[in-house]
T-cell receptor, first 110, second 116 residues
Framework: KNEVEQSPQNLTAQEGEFITINCSYSVGISALHWLQQHPGGGIVSLFMLSSGKKKHGRLIATINIQEKHSSLHITASHPRDSAVYICAVPPPYNTDKLIFGTGTRLQVFP | NAGVTQTPKFQVLKTGQSMTLQCAQDMNHEYMSWYRQDPGMGLRLIHYSVGAGITDQGEVPNGYNVSRSTTEDFPLRLLSAAPSQTSVYFC???????????????FGAGSRLTVL
């Protein structure tokens, strides 16, 4: 079993739809990262959170430490949100490192 | 601030050749790291550094060397390139290690390496 699993792997949506991407992990963690990778390849860090919820514009990230689960929500999705969304966690055996999920590819159509 | 600068963006090597991927950051970040990204797989950590003079291995260190003589620079060396090292490489930095405080990672633009 992978230590970090994301679902779905691929997601298509119409502009304006509410999007949810899920991340489950099997190790105890102190923080979780959400990253965005656009088709051009650049990677941008969206959130780092260790509890509760964080919001930035139309993006909302939540985490439930007890259930080992995090979600990334996009409200009023737009074609420019089309990207790969990646979650990552530092494993408890070495918190200097990150373990990455394989990503969720989102396409938003006008 | 330029952020994290990686060079080159593209490189083609023949098996057995050596090369260095350069990574520089101007944010005074202590933590720097190198990842490779392969189709169908998540980013995998090659090497990382928690400060000048300190480096450590990640998940996939074989075939790669690093050094951290200054806070700003963290070059990745391929001593004898192999086709299995064909990948996209990303350098990243942050103020501290990934589990602490609000230490989000800043990534370079990536370097696409092909080994023939």
């Amino acid at each position: 079993k992978n230590e970090v699993e994301q679902s779905p792997q691929n997601l298509t949506a119409q502009e304006g739809e509410f999007i949810t991407i899920n991340c489950s992990y099997s190790v105890g963690i102190s923080a979780l990262h959400w990253l965005q990778q656009h088709p051009g390849g650049g990677i941008v860090s969206l959130f780092m959170l260790s509890s509760g919820k964080k919001k930035h514009g139309r993006l909302i990230a939540t985490i439930n430490i007890q259930e080992k689960h995090s979600s990334l929500h996009i409200t009023a999705s737009h074609p420019r949100d089309s990207a790969v969304y990646i979650c990552a966690v530092p494993p408890p055996y070495n918190t200097d490192k990150l373990i990455f999920g394989t990503g969720t590819r989102l396409q938003v159509f006008p | 601030n330029a952020g994290v600068t990686q060079t080159p963006k593209f490189q083609v090597l023949k098996t057995g050749q050596s090369m260095t991927l350069q990574c520089a950051q101007d944010m005074n970040h202590e933590y720097m790291s190198w990842y490779r990204q392969d189709p169908g797989m998540g980013l995998r950590l090659i090497h990382y550094s928690v400060g000048a003079g300190i480096t450590d291995q990640g998940e996939v260190p074989n075939g790669y060397n690093v050094s951290r003589s200054t806070t700003e620079d963290f070059p990745l060396r391929l001593l004898s390139a192999a086709p299995s090292q064909t990948s996209v490489y990303f350098c990243a930095s942050s103020y501290g290690v990934p589990n602490s405080g609000a230490n989000v990672l800043t990534f370079g633009a990536g370097s696409r390496l092909t080994v023939l």
